[in-house]
């Protein structure tokens, strides 16, 4: 039986659970749904910085916490959980998210711009929708998902991890100043990889060089993709976000390593799967956690989320993966080297992290319950929208507009 069919025969299963039925029309305590795309690192690292914040508030136990690192739905003391994941595939991303709306959830936690398109285009009509904080979302307004930070569904809340592609670029000019031309490939599929790859053009261009695009549908693709960037004389790769391109990095690294070219990636964590340099957002646990933060003040009654605009996180940092460097006979310049949080090297990583959690943070700062809500709402507090900012966005959308 195919991984797609498992899948839809599980989520069809619960559907006709009773008990999982009984358990979505409790209204003592939260239901919530944590929907998530497909396992990556970076995804893991954002469902933990969610669960550690609501563990934190004491939304479940050590118990209770263990049996959603599983990935099992929990029907906790104070909270419900439908955790589900989709495996990468769209038509049960489909399912899950038509599942947590015929159990009545709560609220939705979706990671991944796939998800979030689903989930806010399915309550976008609704009379009461559930709440829907996302993460991992690098795209929202290209992906329709919202106009601007506070022009958006009156339900709809989250965190944007904004790539910084013109800080990324400048990187492969500091490996090689002599780079002339450089390599992408886009999935047309994606929106936030499409758009990944026009910021990654645009960044280019404006320093001189040439960018190559390649397309893929699926990981069978990249093979083809890295021999037509490589027959069009291009030196080294940077891909943009997309799941395709990060779930075939390793792939990616062998291609590489057979042509002597380096691997950049739009995020650190990356290096650990075979990137030669990883540069972005340097905190996907970090999302995680502020994607918790606004669930929680929304739970407690502390925030109107129609209120509060889309984080935007714009904190950046870079990894090396010297195995990768040697396995493409490549020597990673000493700037780069000095500018990284972490280097792999034989294997090993420095600075803590690891493949499992592969960031330098991966847990909350030690505080107070009370200490934390006061840090949290005063956080939340900044992301308010007053009739300035709505106006001010209003009357830039309207400029984009007109000029469109």
């Not at 796939?114 to 829907?132: K, S």
């Not at 030669?276 to 995680?288: F, K, L, P």
């Not at 950046?316 to 090297?345: C, P, R, Y």
Request: charged share 20%; aromatic share 6%.
């Amino acid at each position: 039986m195919s991984n797609r069919l498992v899948l839809i025969v599980s989520l069809l299963a619960l559907l006709l659970s009773p008990k999982l039925l009984a358990q979505a029309q409790e209204d003592e305590i939260p239901s919530i749904a944590m929907l998530n795309f497909g396992h990556t690192q970076g995804a893991t690292l954002s469902i933990k910085g969610a669960f550690d914040t609501l563990q934190a508030y004491g939304f479940f136990n050590e118990e209770e916490r263990a049996v959603l690192d599983k990935g099992e739905d929990l029907y906790g003391e104070n909270m419900n959980v439908l955790w589900r994941n989709a495996g990468f595939d769209l038509p049960t991303a489909n399912l899950m998210v038509e599942d947590a709306l015929d159990r009545g959830v709560d609220a939705m936690l979706t990671v991944t711009t796939q998800v979030t398109q689903i989930a806010v285009n399915a309550t976008r009509d609704m009379e009461a929708p559930p709440a829907i904080m996302f993460s991992l979302v690098g795209s929202p307004y290209f992906a329709g998902i919202a106009d601007a930070p506070c022009i958006k569904p009156d339900h709809v809340g989250g965190t944007q991890n904004l790539i910084p592609y013109d800080k990324i670029v400048p990187i492969l000019l500091v490996q090689n100043p002599d780079l002339k031309v450089i390599g992408t490939i886009v999935s047309p599929e994606q929106p936030v990889s499409v758009d990944g790859g026009r910021q990654i053009q645009n960044a280019a261009e404006e320093l001189g060089l040439t960018v190559e695009v390649a397309t893929v549908i699926s990981r069978s693709d990249l093979n083809l993709a890295v021999e037509a960037l490589v027959s069009r004389g291009v030196e080294a790769i940077l891909y943009p976000i997309g799941s395709i391109a990060l779930s075939g990095t390793p792939l990616l690294l062998s291609l590489t390593a057979e042509y002597g070219m380096p691997l950049y990636a739009p995020v650190p964590y990356q290096v650990f799967n075979g990137a030669t340099v990883g540069a972005g957002i340097r905190s996907t646990y970090g999302e995680g956690v502020i994607q918790g933060r606004m669930l929680v003040a929304h739970l407690n009654g502390e925030i109107d989320i129609s209120e509060i605009r889309i984080n935007q996180s714009r904190d950046f940092g870079i990894a090396v993966n010297l195995d990768s460097a040697k396995a493409q006979a490549i020597e990673i310049s000493d700037e780069i080297l000095a500018m990284a949080e972490f280097v792999i090297e034989d294997g090993v990583s420095s600075a803590g992290a690891t493949r499992e959690l592969p960031e330098v943070v991966t847990t909350l700062p030690d505080m107070t319950v009370e200490e934390r809500q006061a840090a949290d709402l005063a956080f939340l507090e900044n992301l308010r929208c007053t009739p300035e900012i709505v106006a001010e966005q209003r009357a830039e959308l309207q400029d984009t507009w007109a000029e469109d």
